[in-house]
Nanobody
Framework: QVQVVESGGGLVQPGGSLRLSCEASGSRFSFDDMGWYRQAPGRQRELVASITSGGSTNYADSVKGRFTISRDNAKNTVVLQMNSLKPEDTDVYYC????????????WGQGTQVTVSS
């Protein structure tokens, strides 16, 4: 049984920083992709940032230059460092861990709230 557990999040003022952490466990196979998505009520879940096991990264245009994603393959952990936060970054953030073997298996965390407000 794969489990994806997030930590971090909370309330921060505009211009501030937050760090989201996530650990995936319970898989016999390595996680090829790990990443963070966000979703607001009534909107589709969208990619924030992802990173492959080889270290290739992908960022949403809206967060480039402000957010940094990193991972530890040995520990199956992924971290999203968020700097220069804006009110529009307010959302529920979900950690994703994916296994790609012929098809893609996605596993999700429970979500963590990030609120950017003065």
């Amino acid at each position: 049984q794969v489990q994806v557990v997030e930590s971090g999040g909370g309330l921060v003022q505009p211009g501030g920083s937050l760090r989201l952490s996530c650990e995936a466990s319970g898989s016999r196979f390595s996680f090829d992709d790990m990443g963070w998505y966000r979703q607001a009520p009534g909107r589709q879940r969208e990619l924030v940032a992802s990173i492959t096991s080889g270290g290739s990264t992908n960022y949403a245009d809206s967060v480039k230059g402000r957010f940094t994603i990193s991972r530890d393959n040995a520990k199956n952990t992924v971290v999203l460092q968020m700097n220069s936060l804006k009110p529009e970054d307010t959302d529920v953030y979900y950690c994703n861990a994916a296994i790609v073997f012929g098809r893609r298996w996605d596993y999700w965390g429970q979500g963590t709230q990030v609120t950017v407000s003065s």
